[in-house]
């Protein structure tokens, strides 16, 4: 298993500035995830980040508003760019211990942009 | 992007009742996972079915998986009050090595009357 501590909680922020948000694991992980869950509906996936290199975006999701960090195999950031009230949301990390099996999840960031 | 539907979306039974929750997914896939996630926090891991898997048990879960009809269902059976919460599945995708995030399903918001 994994223990992900994900700061901060939760945060009220202005239009037009940035937040990052610092996952931190208790192991050593090849793949760190980051999701977006919109009020009310299910998580997506923004982008997979591996460790020495850039991190990989779905579509839908440019680094220009995602920037990701993934400086070792513990430590991973996402930053919410140039935010907007659409950008209002849950945001989790997340990791896998092996291929293929159970993912766990940090207890999100609640962020709400006013 | 979803991959699939949840149905139903929302249900609301009585203490001791068994709650049954269906997900359908579009693409081919390693395994499906169920996850908790109670009042916008971090999602709980509740079982892993692969797709050479037709069904699996834990406690008081039930998950069958179809890959024929690219769908799953989770019977919790003597549902309590703590069960109250929203329910997800999750695909793994076959491709990938398992290199790749979750695609999860809606949702369904299961509330346990007492």
């Known amino acids: 298993s994994a223990v992900i501590s994900q700061k901060p909680s939760r945060d009220i922020c202005q239009r037009g500035t940035s937040l990052t948000i610092q996952c931190q694991v208790d192991s050593q992980v090849t793949m760190m995830f980051w999701y977006r869950q919109q009020p009310g509906q299910s998580l997506t996936l923004i982008a997979t980040a591996n460790q020495g290199s850039e991190a990989t975006y779905e579509s839908g999701f440019v680094i220009d508003k995602f920037p990701i960090s993934r400086p070792n195999l513990t430590f991973s950031t996402l930053t919410v760019s140039n935010m907007s009230p659409e950008d209002s949301s849950i945001y989790l990390c997340?990791?896998?211990?092996?291929?293929?099996?159970?993912?766990?999840f940090g207890q999100g960031t609640r962020l709400t942009v006013v | 992007s979803q991959q699939g539907e949840e149905d139903p979306q929302a249900l609301s039974i009585q203490e001791g009742e068994n709650a049954t929750m269906n997900c359908s997914y579009k693409t081919s896939i390693n395994n499906l996972q169920w996850y908790r996630q109670n009042s916008g926090r971090g999602l709980v891991h509740l079982i892993l079915i692969r797709s050479n898997e037709r069904e699996k048990h834990s406690g008081r879960l039930r998950v069958t998986l179809d890959t024929s009809k690219k769908s799953s269902s989770l019977l919790i059976t003597a549902s309590r009050a703590a069960d109250t919460a929203s329910y997800f599945c999750a695909t793994a995708p076959r491709e990938g090595g398992g290199a790749d995030g979750l695609t999860f399903g809606k949702g369904t918001h299961l509330i346990i009357q007492p």
């Open positions: 997340s990791v896998t211990g092996q291929l293929n099996t159970e993912a766990f």
